[in-house]
Structure formats: structure tokens, C-alpha cells
């Protein structure tokens, strides 16, 4: 599991849990009189409190907000095709190395993952046995000028290698 993926499930289960609470909340109310009193007391005599409470509502969404857009954010590849720009899916990226993994390496490394983070694509390869520098060299050497060739792609990548 990558680090996005494992930010993207607490930002979930954070979501869960506060609707959950406001609506045991709400639930709450009509069996506890005197809460509900004391609720109305503050709302209608106290409009600071209310327009605190709102204010750290309209906060705490936004926050969401901004947290679910940046975990979303950069999973296309985007470059240059002459004039236009165009963009493709991290998917599409994956399904390609695969296969050319496959072809090249077909008994040495298996790809496990490809994450773009920031315009930069990081390759994560898993081996059954460990590999030395020159097998590493030789591997990020064929895969570089693929990246170039099929997606346009000039710039570093990182190269993640599990054993």
C-alpha cells in the first residue's frame, strides 16, 4: 500500500466516524431533555457561539476538501504531443511497462507499482532474487529511453526495487 493510498483510507474513515458521531449525535438529542434545553439556550441566546460553530464546520470541510483533491491530484502523466498538451492514466502507464518489463526481464523482476507523484514516476520492481548494481544500471538504462520514447517522458524517475 502506498503512502497516498493509506492517507486516502484515514481521510476516509475520519469522514465515517464524524457522520457517524453527528448522526448518534442528532440521535441523541431527543432522549436527553435537559441536553436539549441547554442546545436551545445556546443556540438561540448565544449567536457567537452558532456562528463559531459554523465557521469551524465551513473550516473542517474545506480541509477535507483540500485533502481529497491533493490525494487525487497527479494521477495522469501530462506532456507535450507537439502544440497540444494531453494527459494519460497512471494505468496506462502501468499496462505499458508491464508489458515491456515482461519482454526485457520476463524471469528477473516483476513490476509491482507506478505512482506519479509531483510529474515524477516512480517504478516499483520486486525481484526473487537480489540484484546487483549492474543488473539495476542495466534495467533504469532500457527503461528510460522507453518512458522517452513511448510517452514523451525526459525527466528522472525513481526506481523502487522490493525484495
Do not use: W
Request: aromatic content about 12%; proline content about 2%; hydrophobic content about 45%.
Amino acid at each position: 500500500m502506498s503512502v497516498r493510498q493509506a492517507l486516502l483510507s484515514i481521510l476516509q474513515l475520519f469522514v465515517l466516524f464524524v457522520f457517524f458521531s453527528i448522526g448518534l449525535f442528532f440521535l441523541a438529542i431527543p432522549k436527553l431533555p435537559q441536553f436539549q434545553t441547554y442546545l436551545e439556550h445556546l443556540l438561540l441566546q448565544n449567536r457567537e457561539a452558532c456562528f463559531q460553530l459554523g465557521l469551524a464546520f465551513c473550516l473542517a470541510g474545506s480541509i477535507l476538501l483540500i485533502g481529497f483533491y491533493s490525494l487525487n491530484r497527479g494521477r495522469y502523466l501530462s506532456f507535450r504531443m507537439g502544440k497540444n498538451r494531453t494527459e494519460i492514466e497512471v494505468s496506462l502507464v502501468y499496462q505499458t511497462l508491464e508489458e515491456f518489463l515482461k519482454s526485457r526481464f520476463s524471469n528477473e523482476i516483476q513490476l509491482v507499482d507506478v505512482e506519479l507523484i509531483r510529474s515524477k514516476i516512480q517504478i516499483q520492481i520486486s525481484s526473487k532474487n537480489s540484484l546487483q548494481k549492474e543488473s539495476l544500471l542495466r534495467i533504469e538504462k532500457e527503461i528510460a529511453p522507453f518512458l522517452r520514447q513511448r510517452f514523451g517522458y525526459k525527466q528522472l524517475f525513481d526506481l523502487i526495487v522490493k525484495i
